[in-house]
């Protein structure tokens, strides 16, 4: 039995590569429709501080694991008093902490865009800080762009850190992208360490939309940046599965975060790669060698959101404002694999599923991917 805190898309696929390799799983989510919870052998429906789930997990699970970075560390640290947790605690309050996170990984000595931390409203820069334009970023509970303000001056960079209720926040400056890529790895208890291909991304309204594999950027690129996750991992001592953003500026790769988890831009692996990350991060939790990475197929990932059941002309006769998408139109392409997540309602913005073509043609991929967004009336570019 394996233990798994989360309930969401994440842990979803983690509990079917666990049962595919002949695991149980319990799943600890508060969430009555977890995605992870309807498929789990066991779903215990309570908060993650909770003393008696947790015990419940150290008597019946072997080893246990995270699908999201806002877990309490506490809950980390009591389990892992009787049973085997990665990552551990002290990895995931790192990468639930911008502060603890970005000075991390400029301690490390990796690169990292120009920062400050903000404290209080008093540490805002001036105008005249080489800083501005920039983001203002909260320190905690921030993703998919929530959390974050664009801002170019201290007044605006003030408004924002008021509406923020004058939380920790990180002030980065605002530096333009050739392009942003990841690395999703995995680091064993021995330090081995296995990275899937780079790829690269792109987000809308701050949520990623399409991750395209291998990334369309220099082979060096590419081999930078899974040497400089590997890097991090080694630094972190890190056991488990990696997710490391980078942003790429005039051909030098920076560390823009990174994620204790299997990550949202590696659900390519699962349709394009011999091993996909998550049968890696079962590898890593129960000792067993790391599968091998390898890309067999170029692939092309997109996001399937709620605001397509929100965006789809209405039919003739239809009434309801939530109209499901026309499946059958993306499922026409031979080459496109679909995983929608289970989750009870399509809300905007919330993640429902992706779907990744696959294919030796990198431009027919790509190209098919891009017909079958549109078709499922996912937003513009």
Known sequence: MLGMLGGGQLGRFFVIAAHEMGYQVT?????????????????????????????????FCQAVTTEFENIPAKSLEKLAESVIVRPNAACVAIAQHRVLEKNFIKDAGLPVAPFVVINSASDLPDDASSLYPAI???????????GQARVKNQAEAQKAFAEFKQEI????????????????????????????????????NGILDISIVPARCSEVIKANARELAKKL??????????????????????????????????????????TNQFEQQVRVMTGLPLGDASLHSNAVMVNILGDSWFSRPKNPGEKSDALEPLWNKALSHANLKM??????????????????????????????ALIARSELHIGEI
């Open 136 to 146: 203002l970023k909260v320190a905690r509970f921030g993703y998919d762009g929530k």
């Open 233 to 274: 991992a080694i630094k972190l001592d890190y056991v488990g599965v990696l997710g490391v953003e980078f942003f790429v500026v005039n051909n030098q790769l920076l560390v823009n975060e990174i994620a204790p988890r299997p990550h949202n831009s590696g659900h390519y692996t699962i349709d394009a790669c011999v």
């Open 27 to 59: 799943v600890l989510d508060p969430d009555t429709n977890s995605p992870a919870g309807k498929i789990a052998d066991v779903h215990i429906c309570a908060n993650y501080d909770d003393e008696a789930a947790l015990k419940h997990m150290a008597k």
């Open 169 to 204: 926040c990180v002030l980065e400056q605002m530096i333009p992208l050739d392009l942003e890529v990841s690395v999703v790895l995995a680091r064993d208890a021995e330090g081995n360490i296995t990275a899937f291909q780079t790829a690269e991304n792109s987000h809308l």
């Open 339 to 368: 995983h929608l997540y289970g989750k009870h309602e399509p809300r905007k913005g919330r993640k429902m599923g992706h779907f990744t073509v696959i294919g030796q043609d990198a431009k027919a991929v790509h190209n098919a």
